[in-house]
């Protein structure tokens, strides 16, 4: 049975950083694309940063890109997502989800990953 669980959220504030986790069960990191999405209040989820099957098979959204790194640790069976620098408008709640398939580097949308966690509430406030 594929789970996902998110950990690492809380307050932080302007310019801070957090280290989101999501550790897997039920399959292997290194086998179906992993991605992070957030859903900020009243918004819709969108992509933040997916990682391939391959570990140079990364995406991040433009918002994103220069301040936050996906990173996988076999090893433990857990996917990071590095946020620095984080602004007021990365507050949202944050999920990582898997696509349950082998396609290697699929669109990060959230319609192409199936199974999700329960989510992790990120706030950047002063």
């Known amino acids: 049975q594929v789970q996902l669980v998110e950990s690492g959220g809380g307050l932080v504030q302007p310019g801070g950083s957090l280290r989101l986790s999501c550790a897997a069960s039920?399959?292997?990191?290194?086998?179906?694309?992993i991605g992070w999405f957030r859903q900020p209040p009243g918004k819709e989820r969108e992509g933040v940063s997916c990682i391939g099957t391959s570990d140079d098979s990364t995406y991040y959204t433009d918002s994103v890109r220069g301040r936050f790194t996906v990173s996988r640790d076999n090893a433990v069976n857990t996917v990071y997502l590095q946020m620095n620098s984080l602004k007021p408008e990365d507050t949202a709640v944050y999920y990582c989800?898997?696509?349950?398939?082998?396609?290697?580097?699929?669109?990060?949308?959230?319609?192409?990953?199936?199974?999700w966690g329960h989510g992790t509430q990120v706030t950047v406030s002063s």
């Open positions: 039920g399959f292997t990191v290194d086998s179906y694309a």
């Open positions: 989800a898997t696509t349950m398939s082998t396609v290697p580097a699929p669109a990060c949308i959230p319609s192409r990953f199936p199974s």
